[in-house]
């Protein structure tokens, strides 16, 4: 079974400044995807950023970029200029391919963008 | 982007009576749809896999008798909190798969949050 931690439970950041979210897994498998997910106090849940594990190159959007590290298994998100509506849980998952598409969450961090 | 709509939002139901929230994909067709639990300030947990016209599938743990999920059709899906509890008392999340084509990516809904007095 797969695991996915996160070993910051709460972070915070001055607005403009960069912040980076730390994540680990654990799998056997080769091929995965990655994901960070932003739920912010409204608890809708919004894909930042997707990482497929068979490209060496890191998935970046907009101010969002991944530092994905196969082998160690480490899946950090650095947030770039930090906006007030940065505020909000980031969880870390993890999908294994062509198994129904279930997500393995970890176990969140709240990140505080301060003004 | 796709659309997965949940209803309703919020509710608030006495202890021993039955809930049920619908979670809907509005402009695609899901054939698989997941239902989460998550509590104050932790993750989402897994509850079970809802697959269009077939049985779910419960995580461990879960009661199955308890959480009755039905998924009828390719845009619908339902939970049912039978004989609700006040630990039953939650914010309920739906996910849901595109079935065109395999994109890595699942569509959540907005949550319910349900409270049980």
């Known amino acids: 079974a797969q695991t996915v931690t996160q070993s910051q439970p709460e972070m915070s950041v001055q607005e403009a400044e960069t912040v980076t979210l730390s994540c680990t897994y654990d799998t056997s498998e080769n091929n995965y995807y990655l994901f960070w997910y932003k739920q912010p106090p409204s608890r809708q849940m919004i894909l930042v950023i997707r990482?497929?594990?068979?490209?060496?190159q890191n998935a970046t959007e907009n101010r969002f970029s991944v530092n994905f590290q196969k082998a160690a298994k480490s899946f950090s998100l650095k947030i770039s200029d930090s906006q007030l509506g940065d505020t909000a849980m980031y969880f870390c998952a993890f999908m294994k391919p062509y198994a129904g598409n279930m997500l393995t969450f970890g176990g969140g961090t709240r990140l505080m963008v301060k003004p | 982007g796709a659309v997965v709509s949940q209803h309703p939002s919020r509710v608030i139901c006495k202890s021993g009576t039955s809930v049920k929230i619908e979670c809907r994909s509005l402009d695609f067709q899901a054939t698989t749809m997941f239902w989460y639990r998550q509590f104050p300030k932790q993750s989402l947990m897994l509850m079970a896999t809802s697959n269009e016209g077939s049985k779910a599938t419960y995580e461990q743990g879960v009661e199955k008798d308890k959480f009755l999920i039905n998924h009828a059709s390719l845009t619908l899906s339902t939970l049912t909190v039978t004989s609700a509890h006040p630990e039953d008392s939650s914010f309920y999340i739906c996910?849901?798969?595109?079935?065109?084509?395999?994109?890595?990516?699942?569509?959540f809904g907005e949550g319910s949050r349900l409270t049980v007095l």
């Open positions: 996910s849901a798969r595109d079935h065109r084509g395999y994109t890595g990516e699942l569509f």
């Open positions: 990482q497929e594990a068979y490209k060496q």
